[in-house]
């Protein structure tokens, strides 16, 4: 049997989006820019795109911005909005279990003179709410929360961040990085008081190399990069119109049957977590405070340590069984280093060591996770005094 559990890292395509992409590909394959027929049949795509995914937020089309991903989404928010709104101040807030991309790119503003203030969570990897409060200041104009943490699952109480942020200062942009939160969850940026917000496509069952950018129409905003002038210059270059209506397609799909959808993944993460604590030594993390794993955690995401066994261990040992998992984010995989979040969260050095993220989604069965239940109860014991003996 093959078990795919490393859907945060990336999914597979819809066959439907795969056929619509084929279409745009091989037919409809027009620079949506040409003023001829092909150019604008592109076009019309990626208006309807444009649709999908504004209807899904309840926002004007105009708002919606297409890049090459969620990096490039973060990016654009992080340093267009810094750099377009520095003469406010340059305070910038966000948390210490942000991925790879927001983390990165606040560095990079700092060496650019930008103060940033990292709110550091609870163990079960949520910020609070006070934290955030006393953290603002005069001089802050930007705050980035993300809305479901890649490694262990755990959702920031992004509606209230975002009422709590607009009643201090109305003028400090929020932005939200929803790369594992969109097509799980309802979001509303108008309703959210958010003012960004960054998708990926090839985490929603949509293709890789493609993502969106919601900007709120009053948001101050710079490009990042020069061009043409596609997308009224905020986001230069030709389109690619294929993976547009293949996101937006996905999108489509999932929202279709968001609550059923959802309510299947928070069974199966259930059934895996109460499997996974019959195991001697496994600590499940991201839980919330009073043990329990659905609402106010992803439906998706189980990241669970392992006492006594290495994390690149027990990945083999399952990949040999043909069950694929992720020992962190798979965006930093080849670079192995300890999780920024479990630090964050106070995990000790032997969680750091011995985590394994599952992660599931609408196509993912009870019986898979039973026989990656057995495995793990047949090679948990054989790995550990292995290593005793090592």
């Known amino acids: 049997m093959e078990v795919y559990l490393d859907n945060s890292a990336t999914t597979c395509v819809f066959d439907e989006v795969a056929e619509l992409m084929k279409v745009l590909m091989c037919e409809d394959y027009g620079n949506p820019s040409s003023l001829h027929r092909k150019g604008m049949k592109a076009e019309t795509h990626v208006r309807y795109a444009k649709e999908v995914l ?34 406010r101040g340059k305070h910038l807030i966000t948390t210490q279990v942000e991925h790879p991309a927001i983390l990165q790119t606040m560095k990079y503003l700092e060496s650019l003179g930008f103060i940033v203030s990292y709110l550091p969570v609870d163990k079960s990897g949520r910020i609070r709410l006070e934290d955030l409060e006393s953290t603002i200041t005069p001089e802050t104009i930007l705050v980035s929360i993300m809305h479901t943490n890649n490694e ?5 109480p992004i509606a209230e961040a975002g009422a709590l942020i607009k009643r201090k200062n109305p003028n400090i942009l929020f932005h939200v990085d929803a790369v594992q939160g969109f097509g799980k969850a309802k979001i509303l940026p108008k309703k959210m008081n958010i003012d960004l917000l960054s998708v990926s496509g090839h985490k929603i069952h949509g293709p890789k190399g493609i993502g969106f950018l919601y900007v709120g129409e009053k948001v101050k905003i710079n490009p990042i990069n020069y061009g043409g002038g596609q997308q009224t210059g905020l986001r230069s270059g030709t389109e690619n119109v294929p993976g547009i209506a293949g996101m937006a397609k996905a999108a489509q799909m999932l929202y279709g049957k968001l609550d059923e959808d959802v309510a299947h993944l928070y ?21 919330l405070p009073d043990g329990s794993c659905t609402e106010g955690t992803a439906p998706h995401v189980v990241s669970a340590s392992f006492a006594g066994v290495r994390s690149e261990v027990l990945l083999h040992t399952l990949e040999d069984a043909g069950i ?5 984010s798979a965006c930093s995989a080849h670079k192995p280093q300890p999780s920024a979040t ?21 196509f993912t069965t009870m019986e898979e996770l039973d026989y990656t239940l057995k495995i793990l109860y047949d090679k948990i014991p054989m790995l550990r005094k292995y290593t005793r003996k090592a």
């Open 152 to 156: 262990v699952g755990s959702q920031q």
């Open 267 to 287: 069974k199966c993460k259930e059934h895996f977590v109460e499997g996974l604590k019959k195991l001697e030594g496994v600590t499940v993390n991201g839980l």
């Open 54 to 87: 504004a209807g899904i937020l309840k926002v004007n089309e105009k708002e919606i911005f297409f890049t090459s991903g969620g990096t490039e989404s973060d990016n654009l928010a992080l340093i267009g909005c810094a750099l377009a709104n520095q003469r």
């Open 324 to 328: 694929y998992v992720s020992a962190g």
């Open 342 to 362: 479990l630090k964050a969260m106070g995990a000790d050095k032997a969680i750091l060591e011995s985590t394994i993220r599952f992660s599931f989604s609408v």
